[in-house]
């Protein structure tokens, strides 16, 4: 098992982030359930935060599609690691919006690179609640 985070910044347009969105969580529930992918997508209105967890194989072909992918730029992955279990077992991909969440994503952000991994855990969490009654 293994477990990818990574940070974006949305390239869609204001007035096509919701059908574009849309269009993007379709294809990747497909193509992450075929190959048993899971995990979450959250969009703060400026960024995309996600998390996928799978085989270290499936996990990192859907991570290469996904960084060639023109709708979002600035891609920093914040961490990668072999796991013990899933956290989003339920869920090929569990999508939330808010804006609110947008500081906690800056915070990890800003921390990458630095010892402190409260922020990254913290961004983590926020992604768990996504999913109702957890996992
Ligand atoms: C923010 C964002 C998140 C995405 N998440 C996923 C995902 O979880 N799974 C997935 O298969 N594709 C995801 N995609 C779509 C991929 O970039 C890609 O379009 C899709 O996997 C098809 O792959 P291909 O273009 O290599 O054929 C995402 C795209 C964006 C912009």
Request: glycine share 8%; proline share 3%.
């Amino acid at each position: 098992m293994y477990s990818l985070v990574y940070v974006s910044k949305c390239l869609l347009t204001p007035d096509y982030a919701g059908a574009g969105i849309e269009a993007i969580i379709e294809v990747a529930t497909a193509r992450n359930a075929a190959t048993g992918v899971t995990g979450a997508l959250l969009y703060t209105g400026a960024r995309f935060a996600q998390l996928l967890e799978g085989e270290k194989d499936a996990v990192l072909a859907i991570m290469a599609s996904i960084a060639r992918d023109p709708r979002h730029g600035d891609i920093v992955i914040l961490d990668q690691r072999a796991a013990s279990a899933r956290r989003f077992s339920h869920w090929s991909l569990v999508y939330g919006h808010s804006t609110f969440a947008a500081g906690i994503v800056e915070r990890a952000l800003a921390a990458h690179g630095h010892a402190d991994e409260y922020p990254l855990r913290n961004l983590i969490r926020l992604l768990q609640e996504l999913a109702p009654s957890a996992g």
